[in-house]
């Protein structure tokens, strides 16, 4: 019922009803995949994901000094940005009211 109503809205160019069948899409209840890679327990589901990232992040080799001097850089500049950046709570409360619902 849902694809014949998408496939009807973009055959008849009815661009309200596209967008809102993609909205209707969009908030339906997903189902949770029970089963990652054969693995089925969350607990191992977990660990295969941590095992994953692990691998992921120290799959590029580096130098302990150059991570060490590219910190002092960082930092440093983060350092300046501070001295002459002040956010109040307001311009927070104004940047959050600006967003848009559910984003």
């Known amino acids: 019922m849902v694809k014949e ?4 809205s973009i055959m008849e160019n009815q661009t309200r009803d596209f967008y809102s069948e993609i909205n ?3 908030n339906s209840k997903a189902r ?5 890679d054969g693995v089925g327990n ?23 000094d150059d991570m060490a001097s590219l910190k002092v850089e960082i930092m440093s ?8 950046c002040v956010v109040s709570f ?3 409360v104004d940047a959050v009211n600006s967003l848009k619902h559910g984003k």
Do not use: G, T
């Open 5 to 8: 109503r998408f496939a009807k």
């Open 24 to 26: 209707r899409m969009k």
């Open 32 to 36: 949770i995949c029970d089963i990652v």
């Open 42 to 64: 969350s607990s191992d589901i977990a660990n295969l994901f941590a095992d994953k990232y692990e691998e992921l992040y120290s799959s590029v080799p580096n130098d302990h």
């Open 77 to 84: 500049a983060v350092d300046k940005y501070n001295e002459v």
């Open 90 to 92: 307001n311009d927070v």
